[in-house]
């Protein structure tokens, strides 16, 4: 079979069950001598997000948002995988595969996908045109059915080379992520980079151990202070769903504010918020992803990335230790609030390196926080390569 079109559409069975969890759940308290959200999400903004969610909360507008885009499912390596596919306005659009992360889902680009199919639109040169491609992950939102096989980022970058290559029939295409969407653009440049014209990537997929040797320069010396703080603050979440991703599943699959709390915090944490999480996303934005998770029971099977790079999946930094490199023309976009931001000769260890931009603004989301900015990256990124 090719590809089916597919529109999303929550049953009204599932979105009452959710609004009745909602008004049933069991607030822990907050310890009193700590700041709002320095051990965790914040009770208080929790209770206001879930209550907006279970009253105000308007689903059906986000899945027309969402329906304004053209869907597919098509079944490759025994999952029915789904994705966005939508052609580009212009003269000859350059295909450009948009692979998303964890907590995220393709709700992140409902911003970025027109800018980049549509640019004449945005004030660009129609030129620039991409058709682009975006699926939700393997085991993410729309690409999950229970019982269904389980995939690490390498395996979902042979996926993908499958949906791009057999499925789609282009011959090459440009690759572009974040979070594990780095990880899997790398890894599709490291083992089909026949199909690449170029990558383009807003984090650098590699392990975040800090250096045992010194710094050389006040940027490296800065990027070392990242990674204590990454290692000592930042590792708990990650811990756990590398290692016993089931166990936390049972938690989050059966309630929603334990859901909506375990992703919230993300957001506000690794985003460029300032500690004011609603200047950059709406409550509408948020809870539009998070029902994504709820509504397709898919929490659980989005660990397993973690679960597969924590038991022997193949990373960027066992390329480097080996003499390797990626020699797909690449580009990195740093964004100021980004998790961990390596020096450019980090980047250039491992990848040809064609462009290194110093975004002003934007972290970890960037596609929700910054569409312009990373618009006009990806169109500058790839034009001398189409």
């Known amino acids: 079979m090719g590809p089916q079109p597919f529109t999303v559409h929550v049953p009204d069975q599932v979105l ?21 959200w320095v051990s965790g999400t914040d009770l208080g903004y929790l ?4 209550g907006y969610w279970r009253d ?22 025994d999952i029915d995988l789904h994705f966005i596919h939508e052609p580009g306005v212009g003269p000859h659009p350059l295909p450009l595969l948009l692979s998303h992360g964890w907590p995220g889902s393709v709700w992140e680009f409902h911003e970025l996908i027109p800018r980049l199919t549509d640019p004449a639109h945005f004030g660009g040169d129609p030129a620039d045109a991409f058709t682009v491609v975006a699926p939700s992950l393997p085991g993410y939102g729309f690409s999950f059915r229970p019982g269904q096989p389980r995939f690490g980022a390498d395996a979902i970058a042979d996926v993908f080379a499958t949906l791009m290559a057999q499925v789609l029939g282009y011959e090459r295409f440009a690759a572009a992520g974040g979070d594990w969407g780095a990880y899997i653009t790398a890894r599709l440049a490291f083992a089909h980079a026949q199909l690449l014209r170029g990558i383009h990537l807003t984090l650098l997929p590699t392990r975040r151990e800090p250096s045992p040797t010194p710094a050389h320069s006040p940027e490296d010396e800065d990027y070392q202070r990242q990674l204590q703080h990454w290692v000592r603050e930042e590792t708990g979440y990650s811990t756990l769903q590398a290692t016993k991703p089931q166990t936390l599943a049972f ?34 934005e948020l809870l539009a992803n998070i029902t994504i998770y709820w509504a397709t029971g898919a929490i659980g099977s989005s660990f397993w990335p973690y679960y597969a790079r924590q038991h022997g999946g193949w990373s960027l930094s066992d390329l480097v230790r080996e003499g390797g490199r990626i020699e797909v023309p690449t580009s990195y976009a740093v964004f100021p609030a980004e998790i961990i931001r390596p020096p450019r000769w980090i980047v250039e260890q491992a990848f040809n390196l064609n462009r290194f931009t110093r975004m002003p603004a934007g972290g970890h989301f960037a596609a929700l926080e910054e569409p312009d900015l990373l ?8 034009r001398p390569l189409r």
Do not use: M, Y
């Open 16 to 36: 009452i069950d959710l609004r009745e969890r909602l008004a049933r759940t069991r607030w822990p308290d907050q310890a009193p001598d700590l700041p709002a």
């Open 47 to 50: 209770q206001e997000l879930t």
């Open 56 to 77: 105000r909360f308007d689903w059906r507008a986000q899945e027309r948002l969402l329906n304004q885009f053209s869907h597919f499912t098509v079944p490759v390596a």
């Open 251 to 284: 938690g989050l699959n059966d309630s929603p504010a334990g859901l909506a709390a375990w992703i919230v915090e993300k957001f506000r944490t690794w985003s460029d918020c300032g500690g004011n999480l609603e200047s950059r996303f709406s409550k509408d």
């Open 375 to 382: 618009a006009e990256d990806l169109r500058e990124s790839f």
